[in-house]
């Protein structure tokens, strides 16, 4: 009998420890970022943190990109796709730029598409995945067009990936700053690659607001803009989750959310509501920004910017980029959204009226230099993609 009380009372200690330990993993709280407060710069040397691949992108008389190609640009192992918005030419080249395939669909019938909302590549597949409006298009990389993947009435899609080799993770904008419209309170989702088939991630964001801002052009006129304010960017095969009127912003990857931080004041708190959202992930660094949903007296809108480290939990109000040739310093802030990048990495994209320019006033040194001496204006732009190890 003694020896069942003791063992009776070791289970009911080691119960109670492991609730313990549990409860204490589970409250810890997370990180907060103030929206409203100025915090101080931290600076690096970038040469200690990046390596560079200088792409130019092949020119033949079929095969001219124009000033937008960098939007929706996907990049893989071995491929990269992007597109020209306006005319509809999509465009497949290898890794080192030179051309494999294009092709123009457009049209109005049901394999046929108006415009390009965004444009991803499966290179496992060997699919590309176009949004057209109410419609996700999938052709091959040559153009065959393979199926159409129908979005419901009431779902648009306002971001869309390539998110595992069965589902697309896309996010629902439908009746964002409509007046006397609610959208859906779960506006992220999986879309089957195969048949579209719709599943919601479990995080709820009530009272959504979209990405329009309003400017005063006159005391009687007041237009209204669209800007980049991206709820979802990628890295590599994570994503980070940053609904506009959110209050946690999340990390999704293998399946799994993990809530990162959250901010303060509560997104329904402020008046005028700030949105705010994640711009990239590269390595250990977030790098996010606010801006007030007000009229602005000028069209010209400068964003609140905030960098958070992830290992340290820390948090600034920019990197600063130091030279290790020059005393000189700038702002560092990575732009990732409407593009699908490698792991840790980002895309400038140099059109060639540019890179001529830089070149006669000498300003390019290295492989930018030497690429810049052998283009013509009439050239494809060069794609500079940056492999960074932020830690």
Do not use: W
Request: glycine share 4%; proline share 4%.
């Amino acid at each position: 009998m003694r020896k069942l009380l003791l063992l009776s009372f070791a289970l009911c200690m080691a119960f109670n420890t492991s609730a313990q330990i549990k409860k204490q993993v589970t409250s810890k709280a997370l990180p907060v970022i103030d929206v409203t407060k100025d915090y101080p710069k931290k600076e690096i040397t970038l040469k200690d943190y990046v390596t560079t691949e200088f792409i130019p992108l092949e020119t033949t008389d079929d095969v001219l990109l124009d000033n937008l190609v960098y939007y929706s640009t996907t990049f893989t192992d071995h491929y990269i796709a992007t597109c020209n918005r306006q005319d509809g030419t999509i465009f497949v080249f290898d890794r080192v730029g030179k051309i494999k395939h294009h092709f123009n669909h457009k049209g109005q019938s049901g394999e046929e598409y108006i415009y390009i909302f965004s444009l991803r590549i499966d290179e496992k597949a060997k699919e590309l995945y176009l949004l057209a409006g109410s419609k996700v298009l999938v052709y091959s990389l040559e153009g065959n067009f393979k199926r159409r993947l129908p979005v419901p009435r009431n779902i648009r899609i306002g971001e869309m990936y390539i998110y595992d080799d069965q589902s697309l993770i896309c996010y629902d904008g439908y009746d964002l700053d409509r007046m006397g419209k609610v959208s859906n309170d779960c506006p992220y989702f999986l879309m089957s690659k195969k048949d579209g088939t719709i599943s919601r991630l479990p995080i709820t964001i009530k009272n959504r607001i979209g990405n329009m801002i309003y400017t005063k052009d006159t005391p009687e006129m007041t237009s209204t803009y669209s800007i980049t304010a991206s709820p979802m960017v990628s890295n590599g095969t994570e994503f980070i989750l940053s609904d506009l009127a959110g209050d946690t912003v999340y990390l999704y990857k293998n399946k799994k959310i993990t809530p990162l931080f959250v901010r303060t004041p509560k997104s329904a708190e402020t008046d005028p509501r700030v949105m705010f959202f994640c711009n990239s992930k590269v390595g250990n660094y977030l790098f996010m920004s606010a801006i007030p949903k007000k009229i602005y007296e000028e069209s010209r809108i400068k964003a609140k910017t905030f960098v958070f480290d992830l290992s340290t939990r820390e948090i600034y109000g920019s990197l600063e980029i130091m030279n290790t040739d020059t005393s000189n310093k700038r702002p560092f802030m990575i732009d990732n959204s409407d593009v699908q990048l490698p792991e840790n990495c980002t895309l400038d994209c140099h059109d060639s009226e540019r890179l001529l320019k830089a070149y006669k006033e000498g300003k390019l040194t290295g492989k930018l230099k030497e690429i810049a001496s052998k283009m013509t204006e009439d050239d494809n732009p060069v794609f500079v993609l940056s492999k960074f190890n932020l830690k």
